[in-house]
């Protein structure tokens, strides 16, 4: 403390206070302040009928100054060139409680500005509040708030070089009328509306939103995105998915994206009871759809969804850099019960796809669910693929219970794996029929190739699951493989797999009999990979067993499969390699032949970087 005087005036009917002046090292304060009563009985019973005013003048107060009264601030403080930040400004109060008129201007850090002004009327009772608030100007800049911002929110978003804020807010808290507009260096937002808080009112919302050349890609640092023109408009009531009714439209004049400029997309929503309607559509040269959908939530929900898709060009959208133009119509017919049992249609018809040389075209896909209890089955039959799954099968619940299959084997540190409640037992078959839309189409490095199947089975109660893919060749530009079979098999013991295939090239390196099979149980994994040559000689060979340890994995070899270039090689008994989130550890984790070696290593002080060493290899 530098300096403080007070001068006060009192008597029975008034209260001045010229001034009240504070200064220290860093902060300034003149307060004056009067008041006039007829008594002080009066006073004490009826304060808030008290004509006062308040003033403070040309006051600075410095944020180091918090320090001498909250140490532990220090670390949050912002600090600007060895500088504590300071708010300096004029703030006036006069009026009586119950109707109070304010007046503030404030200045902080280099370019931060605040001017408004305000009429209170019902105060000291919040719920009576009334208020009128006229927002002159709120200015500040990047600079200035990135300093008040933790690191991990200024990565995610980048704020405008400048921006102000300018409006005005009427009526009570639980009945405010808001008038905002946004002017900034990314663009103008204004937004306007108004609200009823009271969940009996007839209507709770109503306001709109809209963006004139606004840069979202610079607010969300994502290069793909650039500047928005829209127009919003919402009204309603409700404020959870139960109970919300009400209908909101949307028109994007234009939006920028992967450097295309997306004009004049609609959109239009209604929610009612439990049910949501709505329609979207575009229409441009280089995209044109339009979109409707009803869904209703229940006890038994209903999906039902139609997108004619007439014309996608998705490399004058710059989403690939090759021709390729779709179009098709998808509906969609499903319903989902509280067991969440599907049935319906799911369905693609008049789809078209042109690469710039060739048009394909597909008749139909369809996508039958039939679920009921004790009797399930799905069918898939297009041009492209085809699949029956029949049994008792539950889609929304299958990958529940092929996850608690496989933790079972190999759970992970999870608990011990259960039986689902509802038990899944199915057989099935999926068919690729005809390739020329991935070769033709979507992979023109693809050559043709015999199209494989896919089959099998699964019980969940009997912990059974059987599957069969093969593959007769593949060639994809410079590499190719011939025979690659897929086998999965499990039971109560173990969940084993083998994956093999005859050969595989890539320009002029070959390798054959290559195989990769395995087993899952008791929370390990053993797996062996093995490679022969050309007349069927053991030439590579490894095994090892991968298992959970606390925080982590670990794999370990196994010293008795060990063959490299038709050599057997050696490693120490004690090996493994152990990883986690914020380390990986090896321990004598290394193969040698004579003076040969190969081993992984770990610097001293560094737990997450691993160093492959090769000694006279």
């Given at each position: 403390m530098q300096q403080c005087e007070l001068k006060l005036a009192l008597d029975e009917q008034a209260l001045a206070i010229t001034p009240l002046g504070i200064q220290t090292s860093n902060s300034r304060l003149a307060l004056n302040a009067s008041a006039k009563f007829n008594s002080w009985d009066a006073l004490t019973q009826n304060y808030e009928q008290v004509p006062f005013h308040i003033s403070l003048t040309e006051c600075m107060l410095n944020s180091r100054d918090a320090l001498f009264f909250q140490p532990t601030l220090k670390a949050q403080l912002p600090v600007v060139n060895g500088q504590y930040p300071s708010i300096r400004g004029n703030v006036e109060l006069e009026g009586i409680m119950s109707d109070l008129r304010a007046d503030v201007s404030l200045q902080a850090f280099r370019s931060t500005s605040l001017i408004a002004s305000s009429t209170m009327k019902g105060l000291p009772d919040i719920e009576k509040l009334n208020a009128k608030v006229h927002l002159q100007q709120l200015r500040s800049s990047r600079a200035d708030i990135e300093q008040l911002l933790p690191d991990s929110l200024t990565q995610s978003i980048r704020l405008p070089t400048w921006f102000e804020l300018s409006g005005w807010a009427d009526g009570s808290l639980q009945q405010p009328d808001l008038v905002m507009r946004l002017n900034s260096s990314y663009g103008s937002v204004h937004m306007k509306g108004n609200a009823n808080l009271d969940s009996t009112a007839a209507q709770n919302y109503d306001g709109e939103i809209t963006a004139r050349d606004f840069d979202v890609g610079a607010l969300l640092a994502d290069t793909t995105m650039g500047k928005l023109t829209m127009k919003m408009k919402a009204r309603g009531r409700g404020f959870d998915v139960n109970?919300?009714?009400?209908?909101?439209?949307?028109?994007?004049?234009?939006?920028?994206?992967?450097?295309?400029?997306?004009?004049?997309?609609?959109?239009?929503?209604?929610?009612?009871?439990?049910?949501?309607?709505?329609?979207?559509?575009?229409?441009?040269?280089?995209?044109?759809?339009?979109?409707?959908?009803?869904?209703?939530?229940?006890?038994?929900?209903?999906?039902?969804?139609?997108?004619?898709?007439?014309?996608?060009?998705?490399?004058?959208?710059?989403?690939?850099?090759?021709?390729?133009?779709?179009?098709?119509?998808?509906?969609?017919?499903?319903?989902?019960?509280?067991?969440?049992?599907?049935?319906?249609?799911?369905?693609?018809?008049?789809?078209?796809?042109?690469?710039?040389?060739?048009?394909?075209?597909?008749?139909?896909?369809?996508?039958?669910?039939?679920?009921?209890?004790?009797?399930?089955?799905?069918?898939?039959?297009?041009?492209?693929?085809?699949?029956?799954?029949?049994?008792?099968?539950?889609?929304?619940?299958?990958?529940?219970?092929?996850?608690?299959?496989?933790?079972?084997?190999?759970?992970q540190g999870q608990a011990t794996a259960q039986r689902p409640q509802a038990r899944q037992q199915f057989q099935f078959e999926v068919r690729l029929r005809d390739t020329d839309l991935l070769t033709e189409i979507f992979l023109p490095e693809l050559e043709p190739f015999e199209p494989g199947e896919f089959s099998g089975e699964f019980n969940s109660e009997e912990r059974l699951l059987q599957g069969r893919f093969g593959v007769a060749s593949l060639r994809y530009g410079a590499f190719s493989i011939d025979s690659i079979q897929l086998k999965l098999d499990s039971d109560e013991e173990r969940?084993?797999?083998?994956?093999?295939?005859?050969?595989?090239?890539?320009?002029?390196?070959?390798?054959?009999?290559?195989?990769?099979?395995?087993?899952?149980?008791?929370?390990?994994?053993?797996?062996?990979?093995?490679?022969?040559?050309?007349?069927?000689?053991?030439?590579?060979?490894?095994?090892?067993?991968?298992?959970?340890?606390?925080?982590?994995?670990?794999?370990?070899?196994?010293?008795?499969?060990?063959?490299?270039?038709?050599?057997?090689?050696?490693?120490?008994?004690d090996n493994f390699l152990r990883w986690g989130p914020d380390f990986i550890t090896p321990n004598q984790f290394s193969l040698t032949r004579s003076q040969q070696r190969i081993s992984l290593q770990t610097q001293e002080g560094e737990r997450t970087v691993l160093i492959l060493a090769l000694q006279q290899l």
């Open positions: 109970s919300l009714q009400g209908n909101a439209d949307l028109m994007v004049n234009h939006f920028r994206y992967r450097s295309y400029s997306y004009r004049n997309l609609q959109v239009n929503a209604v929610a009612k009871a439990n049910r949501y309607q709505a329609k979207a559509s575009i229409e441009d040269e280089n995209l044109n759809f339009n979109l409707e959908g009803i869904i209703e939530r229940g006890p038994t929900s209903y999906y039902n969804i139609t997108l004619n898709l007439r014309q996608a060009d998705w490399k004058a959208l710059n989403f690939i850099d090759r021709p390729l133009q779709t179009k098709l119509t998808f509906t969609s017919d499903v319903r989902i019960d509280e067991d969440n049992r599907i049935n319906g249609v799911v369905g693609v018809k008049n789809f078209g796809v042109y690469n710039g040389k060739k048009l394909l075209k597909i008749d139909s896909l369809v996508f039958a669910s039939i679920d009921q209890e004790e009797r399930s089955e799905i069918s898939l039959q297009s041009d492209i693929i085809s699949g029956e799954f029949k049994g008792n099968i539950n889609l929304l619940a299958l990958p529940e219970a092929l996850q608690n299959h496989f933790s079972y084997y190999f759970s969940f084993t797999y083998s994956v093999s295939l005859r050969e595989a090239r890539m320009d002029t390196l070959r390798m054959s009999g290559v195989s990769l099979s395995g087993f899952a149980a008791n929370d390990s994994i053993r797996t062996q990979l093995a490679i022969v040559d050309s007349v069927q000689a053991p030439k590579y060979s490894s095994a090892g067993v991968l298992r959970k340890i606390d925080q982590g994995m670990e794999f370990k070899l196994d010293p008795t499969d060990l063959m490299l270039n038709y050599e057997p090689w050696e490693a120490p008994p």
